[in-house]
């Protein structure tokens, strides 16, 4: 069993930044692929960076070049830093661990990043 705790959202002005933190339980987090998702009222959850266990990653179109994910084995921790934030990347902010063969997932409670112009 994987819990995942998401720390870090909060309030920003426009063009402000935000550091996203995803703390993991468990022995099993640098076999886990990590990843960040959103979901913004009346939207789908939509995969926003992720960061496999080696550690490539990848990233949605709109969100490239301005985020960036990274994870620290050491401290069971995967971050996202936002910069340049736009008020569309408002949602709630959602931590995911998957396993190699991708059939076990675990996701944190969420926290919300609010994007003021």
């Known amino acids: 069993q994987v819990q995942l705790v998401e720390s870090g959202g909060g309030l920003v002005q426009a063009g402000g930044s935000l550091r996203l933190s995803c703390a993991a339980s468990?022995?099993?987090?640098?076999?886990?692929?990590m990843a960040w998702y959103r979901q913004a009222p009346g939207k789908q959850r939509e995969l926003v960076a992720r960061?496999?266990?080696?550690?490539?990653?990848s990233y949605a179109d709109s969100v490239k070049g301005r985020f960036t994910i990274s994870r620290d084995n050491a401290k069971n921790t995967v971050y996202l830093q936002m910069n340049s934030l736009k008020p569309e990347d408002a949602a709630v902010y959602y931590c995911n661990a998957r396993n190699t063969g991708g059939y076990i997932n675990y996701w944190g409670q969420g926290t919300q990043v609010t994007v003021s112009s």
């Open positions: 960061i496999t266990s080696g550690g490539s990653t």
């Open positions: 468990g022995s099993v987090f640098r076999t886990y692929a």
